[in-house]
T-cell receptor, first 113, second 113 residues
Framework: QKEVEQDPGPLSVPEGAIVSLNCTYS??????FMWYRQYSRKGPELLMY????GNKEDGRFTAQVDKSSKYISLFIRDSQPSDSATYLC?????????????FGTGTRLTVIP | DAGITQSPRYKITETGRQVTLMCHQT?????MFWYRQDLGHGLRLIYY???????DKGEVPDGYVVSRSKTENFPLTLESATRSQTSVYFC????????????FGPGTRLTVL
């Protein structure tokens, strides 16, 4: 069983829609949760970073962590064509220690104008 | 240009050849990382370095060699390339080693024939 599972999609939505992206995980010790956005032929860039359970909002983006269900989500409100990218979740037990950051496989999102 | 760069961006080589992928960052970050990204696996850590002359293995180090004689450079060498090393390779850097401060390069797409 993989540490982190993520639906690869692809996911296509019309402009202005609310997008929900999700990951599940198996290791209950994970404490730090991240979402990365990766445009085609580019490196990942950090979008959201949360610690433990709860919600975090940044503009049109909201990250949710439900540790009891081992489930994290990223919501994108009023989606734009510029949001078209692959979204990767990642999580870790510790805040550092380069050997224990686990990535999902990514969900490809297309926002249609 | 400030930031993190990788060269070459694209490389085709043959099985058994030695290949070196270059990574250069201008921030003087202490930590540098090498990841590979494959369909169905997401990003996986190959090697990382906490400072010049300090390196350590990640999740998938077999077949790779790294060195870090200067803070700003972190080359990755495939000593005898195999087809299974066909992948997209990303270099990243971080000042403190914290995941939320990790910046990724644009990637090198390597094909081993």
């Amino acid at each position: 069983q993989k540490e982190v599972e993520q639906d690869p999609g692809p996911l296509s939505v019309p402009e202005g829609a609310i997008v929900s992206l999700n990951c599940t995980y198996s290791n209950s010790a994970f404490q730090y949760f991240m979402w990365y956005r990766q445009y085609s032929r580019k490196g990942p860039e950090l979008l959201m970073y949360t610690y433990s359970s709860g919600n975090k909002e940044d503009g049109r983006f909201t990250a949710q962590v439900d540790k009891s269900s081992k489930y994290i989500s990223l919501f994108i409100r009023d989606s734009q064509p510029s949001d078209s990218a692959t979204y990767l979740c990642a999580m870790s037990v510790g805040q550092t220690g380069a050997n224990n950051l686990f990535f999902g496989t990514g969900t490809r999102l297309t926002v249609i104008p | 240009d400030a930031g993190i760069t990788q060269s070459p961006r694209y490389k085709i080589t043959e099985t058994g050849r030695q290949v070196t992928l270059m990574c250069h960052q201008t921030w003087s970050h202490s930590y540098m990382f090498w990841y590979r990204q494959d369909l169905g696996h997401g990003l996986r850590l190959i090697y990382y370095s906490a400072a010049a002359d300090i390196t350590d293995k990640g999740e998938v180090p077999d077949g790779y060699v790294v060195s870090r004689s200067k803070t700003e450079n972190f080359p990755l060498t495939l000593e005898s390339a195999t087809r299974s090393q066909t992948s997209v390779y990303f270099c990243a850097s971080s000042e403190s080693g914290y995941y939320n401060e990790q910046f990724f390069g644009p990637g090198t797409r390597l094909t081993v024939l």
